[in-house]
Structure formats: C-alpha cells, structure tokens
C-alpha cells in the first residue's frame, strides 16, 4: 500500500526559503498522482500543488505560483516542494498525499486517498 513521509519543514523568517520532501513507497509506476497540500489554524486545508504520472503534469494553486515549485518524482520516488519567497501567511501544515490522478479540479477539492502525517511549517520573524 501507499506510504507518504514527510521531511523539511520547520521555522523560517518573511522572504526565506524552504524545501520539503516527500518519500513514496506503494506507488503505481505509470498511474500516479502526488501533492502537498497545507492546512492552517482556522482554515480548511487546501492544494497547493500535484503531479499526475499519466499526464505528465504539474498542476499549482494560484497563491502559490510563481513561488512554490513541485519536483517530479526522482529514482527514489522522492518529490520535494520548494518554497521561495515564503509569506506568513504560507504557516501551515504540509502535507503530502496520493492518488491515482489530478487535475486542477481535483487539486480544488482536497480529496486524494492516501496522506502522510504532515509537516509544519512557520514564517515569522
């Protein structure tokens, strides 16, 4: 079965950088889709970013374009998040899932059915 571990997050000052990782076990080769996802207090969770395996594409919530960039799965089956430019607003949890596909659409509605337990992230000066 799927497995997601997360690693990377942490504390970090407005205008800073950060890189999460996301180690998968469990996925199928050629039908796959992971993202990050993030909740903050007081808000629901929302997409950040996915990648399908079958369409080859890297789909990215408006907030975060421009600043965040989704790494293809490597060798190790290992994605990793890049955060550039990170706002206090960008606190949250980060979390990576899996499914077998995404698209905008589904980066919308939060719904894939495999997570990893998450990781926090805070901008703060």
């Known amino acids: 079965q799927v497995q997601l571990v997360e690693s990377g997050g942490g504390l970090v000052q407005p205008g800073g950088s950060l890189r999460l990782s996301c180690a998968a076990s469990?996925?199928?080769?050629?039908?796959?889709?992971i993202g990050w996802f993030r909740q903050a207090p007081g808000k629901e969770r929302e997409g950040v970013s996915c990648?399908?395996?079958?369409?080859?594409?890297?789909h990215y919530t408006d907030s975060v374009k421009g600043r965040f960039t989704m790494s293809r799965p490597n060798a190790k089956n290992t994605v990793y998040l890049q955060m550039n430019s990170l706002k206090p607003e960008d606190t949250a949890v980060y979390y990576c899932?899996?499914?077998?596909?995404?698209?905008?659409?589904?980066?919308?509605?939060?719904?894939?059915?495999?997570w990893g337990q998450g990781t926090q992230v805070t901008v703060s000066s």
């Open positions: 899932a899996a499914d077998t596909f995404c698209s905008d659409s589904i980066l919308k509605v939060v719904d894939f059915s495999s």
């Open positions: 469990g996925l199928a080769r050629d039908y796959y889709a």
């Open positions: 990648f399908s395996s079958s369409t080859g594409t890297t």
